[in-house]
Nanobody, 123 residues
C-alpha cells in the first residue's frame, strides 16, 4: 500500500530549527509534484512550500527565507528545513504529493496525504 510518512516534528524554542522528512513507501515508481502544508488550531490548512518533479520551488510569504524544501528522488523522500522558527509556525505539518505507482502492468498517478507531524515553537 502506498503511503506518505512524515517525521521530524517536535518542540523547539523560538529561533530554533527543525528538519521534517516525508518518505513514500509501498510500490511507488516515481514522485511528482510534492508539497508541505500546515494546519494550526482553529485555522484552515495552508500551503507552506511546494516542489515540482524538476526541483522548482515555491514558498508561502510567511516562510520565505526561513524554510527550504528539497527532495531526494532516489530515496523517494521530501524534506523541509525550518530555521528561525517562530511561535506562529506552530501547527501540524502534512506532506502531500502526486505519486506514480506500478501495478499489474499499469502506471497509476494519485494524490496522497501524510498523517501529519506536530511542530510546536514555544519557550
Amino acid at each position: 500500500q502506498v503511503q506518505l510518512v512524515e517525521s521530524g516534528g517536535g518542540l523547539v524554542q523560538p529561533g530554533g530549527s527543525l528538519r521534517l522528512s516525508c518518505a513514500a513507501s509501498g510500490s511507488v515508481f516515481k514522485l511528482n509534484a510534492m508539497g508541505w502544508y500546515r494546519q494550526a488550531p482553529g485555522k484552515q490548512r495552508e500551503l507552506v512550500a511546494a516542489i515540482t518533479a524538476g526541483g522548482s520551488t515555491n514558498y508561502a510569504e510567511a516562510v520565505k527565507g526561513r524554510f527550504t524544501i528539497s527532495r531526494d528522488n532516489a530515496k523517494k523522500t521530501m524534506y523541509l528545513e525550518m530555521n528561525s522558527l517562530k511561535p506562529e509556525d506552530t501547527a501540524v505539518y502534512h506532506c502531500n504529493g502526486d505519486l506514480t505507482r506500478y501495478s499489474g502492468g499499469v502506471y497509476y498517478t494519485d494524490n496522497y496525504w501524510g498523517q501529519g507531524t506536530q511542530v510546536t515553537v514555544s519557550s
